[in-house]
């Protein structure tokens, strides 16, 4: 399924793909955190997505906001390392400084307190971070993408389109319970949930 979208280009945005992407990357944020918490907390684990399954909503909007800011430049891989790194780390930045302030005090990160904060900023980014973006923008690039029109090719369009679409709703769908529902309505989130059983 392809939809139109007004570029400078003029060129069609694959949706599926798009879903792709926000599958891909919430799940290797997820896998990421969720290792780097288990180091930094010495083998324990830590449930580090706001959601109820393994993705991460801030790794989806961060592989989209790559998707289209750096699409244009693959044939210059140092271009895609640098803009990934300099927009997801702004993103990190701005999204843990509004959460900082609407909340009142760190919430879900604080680079003070974790190992590996070299270049620590404030407690919402540091080197380490602003690095696996950018190593992360070349990934969804080299490998992430090709990998997932492989799979389309090798199971057909219908197949591939039923399953990314089938996850990125729900992954969607959780998202905004999680991130606008349990705030504006009050409803339990998932770590009160995963709590009570």
Known sequence: MKIQMKQDNDKTIDFVMIMGIIVCAGIFGWVYETLFYMYNYDGKFVMRSTGFGPWIDIYCL??????????????????????????????EYATGFILDRVNGGYWGWNYNTEKLNL???????????????????????????????????????????????????????????????????????????????
Request: hydrophobic share 50%; net charge positive; with cysteine.
């Open 62 to 91: 961060g592989g989209l906001l790559m998707y289209f800011a750096c699409r244009k430049l693959t044939k210059k891989p140092w271009l895609v390392f640098l803009v990934s790194g300099v927009l997801c780390g702004s993103l």
């Open 119 to 197: 270049g620590n900023l404030n407690g919402y980014i540091c080197l380490r971070s602003v690095l696996v973006f950018a190593v992360s923008g070349c990934l969804l690039f080299y490998v992430i993408l090709p990998g997932l029109r492989w799979l389309r090719e090798k199971i057909g369009e219908k197949a591939f389109s039923r399953i990314f679409v089938v996850l990125g709703v729900i992954i969607l769908i959780d998202i905004a319970y999680s991130d606008i529902a349990c705030y504006m309505f009050g409803m339990p989130d998932a770590s009160q949930l995963y709590s009570a059983v």
